[in-house]
């Protein structure tokens, strides 16, 4: 059962993609936007004040966490201090989202509007699959990874932790991408990319 009371992390745009999920499918939820920055303090989302910071999670006993941090590693490093400090983590998911029955979607991941995930796909802890996004058969999507709008991951791809598919972009069948590496816009892996970096192209090249 969900606590009551949800407190979002982050107050930019992928906070407000998540707020509005939320609300799609529980529009009487209890939101609390929480944002460590001096200058989100007193901002709006959706009509929701930012309320203070992580200390603020002291007030909130039983609430549990979203993560509304867009950049990978900084959601991967708030994932980490959560863990620490024993939030749980919530996960959201759209309610246009469609999800296969043998998916596995671990804690604090985000699944947004109209995305595909199908057949034994696995999603980490704090990955994003994001508008549109498709995800076929067998695919491991890392912790705290971000498969962007509108991508296409054909069966069996791999894609590390913290590792960015840009919008548009598409992976044949049985590629791995690894940790730490930034796929372009509309790109296109056709092999394994393992060293971390950025890759853009038609095929995917590594940029220097």
């Known amino acids: 059962m969900k606590a009551d009371i949800l407190a979002v992390f982050g107050s930019g745009g992928h906070a407000k993609v998540i707020i509005e999920a939320v609300l799609a499918r529980a529009p009487d939820r209890k939101i609390v936007i929480l944002d460590d920055r001096p200058e989100a303090q007193g901002r709006e989302l959706l009509g929701i004040s930012v309320s203070g910071g992580r200390e603020k999670l002291a007030d909130l006993p039983g609430a549990t966490v979203v993560l509304g941090v867009g950049d990978n590693r900084s959601r991967a490093e708030l994932m980490d201090w959560l863990s620490a400090h024993g939030h749980e983590l919530e996960t959201v998911i ?16 985000f699944i947004a509007a109209g995305s595909i995930l199908i057949a034994d796909a696995s999603i980490e802890a704090g990955a994003i699959i994001n508008t549109g996004a498709t995800v076929d058969h067998d695919c491991v999507i890392g912790a705290a990874a971000h498969i962007a709008p509108g991508v296409s991951l054909c069966g069996n791809v791999s894609v590390g ?25 509309g790109s296109v892996v056709i092999r394994d990319l393992i060293e971390p970096g950025t890759y853009v192209g038609n095929p995917a090249r590594r940029q220097a």
């Open 94 to 109: 759209h309610p246009t989202a469609t999800i296969g029955k043998t998916v596995s979607i671990a804690p604090g991941a």
């Open 161 to 185: 932790e913290r590792t960015l598919v840009g919008v548009g972009s598409c992976a044949r069948p049985g590629v791995t991408i690894g940790k730490d590496i930034v796929i372009g816009a």
